[in-house]
C-alpha cells in the first residue's frame, strides 16, 4: 500500500524544489532557461514578503513530487482564486496518484479559503497532463491566449516615457 502524504514546504526543502524544478524544466524541453538558485528559492519562495507558497508531496516518506502556487484575484467575480505555477511528479512516481493527491490538496485550500477558481497553464503539447486534468473535470480555456513580457522586452517596456496622467 502507498502512502501518500503532503505538507507545506519549508526553507529547508529549497534544493529539493529546485531539483523539481529542474526536473520539470528538463520534460518541458527547456532546461536552459532554469536560471534560478537554491538560494533564489529561498529569499523568493520563502522570504518574509513572499506571496508564493509551494508544497511537499511524498510517497512512503521519500520525496515525490511538489506544487508552487500564488493568490490570484478575479474582478468578474471579485474573489480570490489560486493560480497553480508548477505541479511535477517524478517519473518514479506517476501512476500512484501523488499528482491527483496534489490538484486535491489545492482544490481544500481553495475552498477552505472561499477561492472562486484554481487555475493553471499546460502546454499544448503534453497530452498526458491535459487528459489527466480533463479527467479530473478541468476544462480548457481556449478562448485565452497567455502574454508574457521578459528580459529585455520588459526592460524596454518599463523605461518607455509614457505620461501619466
Not at 41 to 63: K, M, W, Y
Not at 113 to 120: I, S
Not at 142 to 165: I, K, M
Request: proline residues 4%; aromatic residues 10%.
Amino acid at each position: 500500500m502507498t502512502n501518500i502524504t503532503i505538507r507545506p514546504a519549508t526553507a529547508a526543502d529549497a534544493a529539493l524544489i529546485l531539483g523539481f524544478i529542474t526536473q520539470l524544466a528538463i520534460y518541458e524541453r527547456a532546461e536552459h532557461e532554469v536560471v534560478a538558485s537554491e538560494a533564489d528559492i529561498v529569499r523568493t519562495l520563502f522570504g518574509e514578503h513572499s506571496a508564493t507558497e509551494a508544497l511537499i508531496c511524498s510517497i512512503d516518506d521519500l520525496p515525490a513530487g511538489f506544487a508552487v502556487f500564488f493568490a490570484s484575484y478575479s474582478t468578474w467575480l471579485g474573489r480570490n482564486g489560486i493560480y497553480l505555477e508548477d505541479l511535477y511528479v517524478s517519473p518514479e512516481y506517476r501512476g500512484y496518484g501523488a499528482g491527483k493527491a496534489l490538484l486535491v490538496h489545492l482544490a481544500q485550500l481553495a475552498v477552505a479559503r472561499n477561492c472562486g477558481r484554481l487555475e493553471w497553464s499546460v502546454l499544448d503539447w503534453n497530452e498526458p497532463a491535459i487528459q489527466f486534468y480533463k479527467s479530473l473535470g478541468a476544462a480548457p480555456q481556449d478562448e485565452w491566449v497567455r502574454y508574457r513580457l521578459t528580459g529585455q522586452a520588459l526592460v524596454d517596456l518599463a523605461n518607455t516615457n509614457s505620461p501619466v496622467v
